[in-house]
């Protein structure tokens, strides 16, 4: 499907998820702007995007940017999202990925006030959202019990989004995204954390690595499918709220026996058990029900988790390589 001439503005365009969607924006014939407090190294920058810097914990320069911008689509990724640096940051977890939702969202509707132009607005919610799950799996009705000042700060999102679209008539909807990972994904997330680590081990540049729980289960699948599902939410005649998610759980335990045995490694033998990196607070299983996105986006996952971690592991031993090649040369 083209999509000439519309403009869409991608707010967290230097994070994992927003790399994608500016790769699926572009393909599709879109001009695309992007929108972080700052370009995030390493990973890859169109160079066809407009990239505008602001702060969503200030956002006073957001009405200059939606004016210069006209965009017909907003995707708002932005936010601070480790749930773990959430405990340790909540006041700023809260006011970036919390009310910095509230500023986009007003600045949108002021912008509409003044141009009479309606933007679509997508807002990244999260599976946190349901923390100390209630039943399984989690559908778009399942009630919300969050878990961390991340997920609060998400569901407070989540709600104001919904407020908008009832009570100004926004074309505004949300996706509740389950976990999704790819080889651009942070260190700091445990996915890649484990690859990166591997990969490491596998090349004698690391001995051990530190996790926490590793019982923990969750819904994990492909950020590069997640993204197209965000497109096509904003594609509907009428704005509506989706989970999307693989219908399959894994345990922490599950991602390091495929990690690991790709690399021909026992990882018992270097998985260290670290009290540190447990949760005050634990979501012990998420997992999922992606049907409603099936049956009205006619969405569906294409990468297993078997597939994506073996993408990611073989993205991570490139990695390493450059790193001990580097090492020597030094």
């Not at 809260?94 to 949108?108: K, N, P, Q, S």
């Not at 509740?176 to 954390?193: C, D, M, Q, W, Y």
């Not at 993408?311 to 090492?327: C, F, H, I, P």
Request: net charge neutral; hydrophobic share 40%.
């Amino acid at each position: 499907m083209s999509c000439n001439g519309r403009v869409a503005l991608i707010t967290g365009v230097n994070g994992q998820d927003g790399s994608y969607l500016v790769e699926l924006l572009l393909d599709k014939g879109y001009v695309v702007h992007g929108l972080a407090p700052y370009l995030r190294y390493g990973l890859p920058v169109d160079p066809r995007i407009t990239f505008h810097s602001s702060d969503l914990s200030d956002g006073s320069n957001l009405p200059e940017i939606l004016d210069a911008c006209r965009p017909d689509e907003v995707y708002h990724l932005g936010a601070q999202s480790h749930v773990k640096l959430s405990f340790d940051l909540p006041v700023h977890t809260v006011d970036v990925t919390g009310l910095g939702t509230l500023r986009m969202l007003e600045a949108i509707r002021q912008h509409q006030l003044r141009t009479g132009r309606q933007v679509r607005f997508y807002q990244a919610s999260s599976s946190e959202m349901f923390g100390r799950i209630v039943e399984s799996p989690q559908t778009e009705q399942t009630p919300f019990h969050p878990r961390s000042p991340y997920g609060c700060a998400k569901v407070y999102a989540h709600w104001q989004t919904i407020n908008y679209r009832e009570s100004y008539g926004m074309y505004a909807c949300c996706g509740i995204l389950f976990n999704h990972e790819s080889p651009r994904r942070g260190e700091a997330f445990v996915t890649r954390k484990i690859t990166r680590a591997a990969t490491r081990i596998k090349l004698g540049l690391q001995s051990e690595l530190r996790l926490g729980n590793i019982d923990a289960q969750r819904d994990w699948g492909f950020a590069g499918d997640y993204v197209e599902a965000m497109w096509l939410m904003l594609q509907q005649p009428t704005p509506e709220d989706y989970v999307i998610a693989t219908g399959e759980k894994h345990s922490v335990r599950e991602f390091l026996v495929e990690v690991f045995g790709h690399l021909e490694l026992d990882w018992q033998r270097y998985v260290v058990i670290d009290p540190a990196f447990y949760r005050p607070a634990e979501v012990d299983m998420l997992l999922g029900d992606a049907s409603k996105a099936r049956r009205q986006l006619g969405w569906q996952p294409k990468v297993s988790l078997r597939d994506l971690a073996r993408m990611m592991v073989e993205s991570d031993l490139q990695l390493a390589r450059r790193e001990a090649a580097a090492a020597q040369v030094g």
